[in-house]
Structures are given as structure tokens and as C-alpha cells.
């Protein structure tokens, strides 16, 4: 069955420290991957996604992510986190032969000023 | 670009009466896909479309739920009659799909928040 795991519901993190939101999935052959941000009572903003090519994929708002193949792994990361980035954020990923997106539960990042 | 456009924003009706929520997706997108948020489900897929036919629509609850797709802009979820537990925030998004594969990216709508009484 094809899943993607967010094993944090919360991240906690001070301003201008390294945050890291933890993706793994769970499908057959080469998945594109994807991570999304949710700000409250709002829709899903796109910030970055992996196709092919370089295992790191920079996006929107200083985000970056890095496919893990043998871990099967897409962790979002930032080098230095805003209280702004404070919102809820989803992986999602789309099986090879598929149209269709899977996606987390969704983590809860709360930076602290 | 305006993005997804969805309505109503917001949405309070009665149990057993009929929703209708609308969306237009970003013009020359010729995907489209209605999804469902709640706390306890999060995420769920309900129906997509490519070029205007239904393609999956496995993730539709039951019969109460339709959906369709009349034109490349324009995308009906309807629910008749609504049930307190269809109360939720649907999303609806659109993408750009290509053969190759490199647009494959979904821009999601504002969504609609359901609350049925």
C-alpha cells in the first residue's frame, strides 16, 4: 500500500535555529514527492517538490528538502527558522503510474521568538 | 494569475438540505481534484478529473456526494442531503498535467468551510 509518514505531529523551535520536518514514504518504483505548507484558515501553498535529478530541491521561503532513496525519506529542513514559518505542513507523494497525491498527516511547526 | 478559485468561503446550512461548492480552477490546468480536511481524516482525496472527466472517484464517501466537471473552468461538489459528519474544509485543486511529467505540481483553492447543523 502506498503511504507517506510524518512522524511528528509538532515540531518545536527557537528563531533562527535549524528546523527539520520529517518525511518517509512508502511506494513502489519513483515517486515525485512534495511539501506543502497549510497557514490557518488557508489553503495548501506549494513549496517545493522532487522530480528527478539532484537530491536537494530548494524552494519557496529558504525551504529546502533532500530525497533519501535508500530511506525512502523527504525531510523539509530550513537553516535558520522564522516565527512566521510557524504553520502546519504536509508531505505528499505521487506513485509512479498514479495521478493522484498521497499525503501525510500533516506537522505543526511552532517557531518561538 | 487569480489561482483556484473557490465558493462560498464559508458555508452553515441544516442537516438533510442540498450544498453545492464551486471552484475554478487556474486557467489552462486541465486537472482537477476536490478534496476533504478534517481533524480526524486529514487529508482525503475525494474525485479527480483530467480534461473534464471524472477519473477516480473512489474517495466519494457515498451517493449523497457528486461531482462534475461541465467545462475546462468550472467544477460542482454537490451533497444531497448533507449530514452533520460531511461538515469539514473541501479543498479543490488544479494542476497542469503533462507527458512528461515535470508539471505535475497542485495549486490548491482557499477551500470552503462546511459546517452542517
Known amino acids: 500500500a502506498q503511504s507517506v509518514a510524518q512522524p511528528e505531529d509538532q515540531v518545536n523551535v527557537a528563531e533562527g535555529n535549524p528546523l527539520t520536518v520529517k518525511c518517509t514514504y512508502s511506494?513502489?518504483?519513483?515517486?515525485?514527492l512534495f511539501w506543502y505548507v497549510q497557514y490557518p484558515n488557508r489553503g495548501l501553498q506549494f513549496l517545493l517538490k522532487?522530480?528527478?535529478?539532484?537530491?536537494l530541491v530548494k524552494g519557496s521561503y529558504g525551504f529546502e528538502a533532500e530525497f533519501n532513496k535508500s530511506q525512502t525519506s523527504f525531510h523539509l529542513k530550513k537553516p535558520s527558522a522564522l516565527v512566521s514559518d510557524s504553520a502546519l505542513y504536509f508531505c505528499?507523494?505521487?506513485?509512479?503510474?498514479?495521478?493522484?497525491?498521497?499525503f501525510g498527516t500533516g506537522t505543526r511547526l511552532l517557531v518561538s521568538p | 494569475d487569480a489561482g483556484v478559485i473557490q465558493s462560498p468561503r464559508h458555508e452553515v446550512t441544516e442537516m438533510g438540505q442540498e450544498v453545492t461548492l464551486r471552484c475554478k480552477p487556474i486557467s489552462g490546468h486541465n486537472s482537477l481534484f476536490w478534496y476533504r480536511q478534517t481533524m480526524m481524516r486529514g487529508l482525503e482525496l475525494l474525485i479527480y478529473f483530467n480534461n473534464n472527466v471524472p477519473i477516480d472517484d473512489s474517495g466519494m464517501p457515498e451517493d449523497r456526494f457528486s461531482a462534475k466537471m461541465p467545462n475546462a473552468s468550472f467544477s460542482t461538489l454537490k451533497i444531497q442531503p448533507s449530514e452533520p459528519r460531511d461538515s469539514a474544509v473541501y479543498f479543490c485543486a488544479s494542476r497542469m498535467a503533462s507527458v512528461g511529467g515535470t508539471q505535475e505540481t497542485q495549486y490548491f483553492g482557499p477551500g470552503t468551510r462546511l459546517l452542517v447543523l
Open positions: 511506494v513502489s518504483g519513483n515517486p515525485y
Open positions: 505528499a507523494v505521487r506513485p509512479t503510474g498514479f495521478q493522484k497525491l498521497v
Open positions: 522532487y522530480i528527478t535529478g539532484d537530491n
